[in-house]
């Protein structure tokens, strides 16, 4: 089992930055590749980043490419979202999540470990 705890969000005006961190507990973190998603109100979770358990490789949305960048530090068993040039469009709940597959793509379902979330609000 892998427990894991996002922190960092907040409001945030547009234009401004955010960092999102998830703490990762239980077994070993570090084999794990890791993602981000978000979920806005009526709307389908969406994938935002995703990173292998090496962080030699990385994957993010159309949307936040160039905007957003995750890392992770295994020593410290935590995985990044650092969040720029925010829009009111990021406004979501920005959940972490862990699978085991290798797999840092943008189905949901192929992640095993899910945060709680961190609630995200840019405001215009």
């Known amino acids: 089992q892998v427990q894991l705890v996002e922190s960092g969000g907040g409001l945030v005006q547009a234009g401004g930055s955010l960092r999102l961190s998830c703490a990762a507990s239980?077994?070993?973190?570090?084999?794990?590749?890791m993602a981000w998603f978000r979920q806005a109100p009526r709307k389908e979770r969406e994938f935002v980043a995703g990173?292998?358990?090496?962080?030699?490789?990385?994957n993010s949305a159309d949307s936040v490419k160039g905007r957003f960048t995750i890392s992770r530090d295994n020593e410290k068993n935590t995985v990044y979202l650092q969040m720029n040039s925010l829009k009111p469009e990021d406004t979501a709940v920005y959940y972490c999540a862990a699978g085991v597959s290798g797999y840092i793509g943008n189905d949901y379902s192929r992640y095993d470990y899910w945060g709680q979330g961190t609630q995200v609000i840019v405001s215009s």
């Open positions: 239980g077994r070993i973190f570090n084999s794990y590749p």
């Open positions: 990173i292998s358990w090496t962080g030699g490789r990385t």
